[in-house]
């Protein structure tokens, strides 16, 4: 497991991550009117296809530097108040959580926004790769 905690923002990457009550413990501020939550579960279903299981791979220190620069420079644009991603690897089962990303900030649209944007480069930048299982074959998705 990888974990960092700065100022204003809490990334863990691994097999293990917090529950989405902390995240949103660890996202709420005073200052702050607006807390965005979103969830990335596994589903039962890839276009048309029964998922069994998600596996996700992870070169973990790796991928908490992107997501520190990451989560910094939305932070910075979006003037949010707390940024907060856990990422699960391993096995995530049908209906498991494998993402969680809460974002604080004085306003909705500007949570929203920022949400948005890091979910977006994530799924480009951080190193992460997903398995995905279904009843008759096993293939490493290419694009996420």
């Known amino acids: 497991m990888q974990e960092l ?3 204003n923002i809490w990334i863990v990457i691994g097999e293990q991550i917090p529950s989405v009550e902390d995240a949103a413990g660890f996202a709420g501020r005073s200052d702050c ?3 965005n939550i979103f969830t990335g579960m596994t ?3 890839e276009k048309g296809r029964q998922v069994q ?3 996700y791979d992870c070169y973990e220190e790796m991928a908490l530097n ?3 620069s990451l989560a910094a420079e939305t932070c910075n644009r979006h003037n949010a108040g707390m940024i907060v991603v ?3 690897t ?3 089962p049908v209906g498991e ?3 969680v990303v809460a974002v604080s900030s004085p306003h909705r649209k500007q949570a929203l926004d920022a949400t948005a944007e890091l979910i977006d480069r994530l799924k480009e930048e951080v190193p992460v790769w997903k398995k995905e299982t279904f009843a008759d074959e096993v293939k490493w998705k290419e694009e996420q």
């Open 97 to 99: 959580c494998s993402l």
């Open 33 to 35: 009117g607006a807390v």
């Open 53 to 55: 299981t998600l596996y």
């Open 90 to 92: 391993g096995e995530v």
């Open 86 to 88: 856990f990422h699960r």
């Open 66 to 68: 992107v997501l520190s």
């Open 43 to 45: 589903r039962n279903h």
């Open 5 to 7: 905690v700065q100022d």
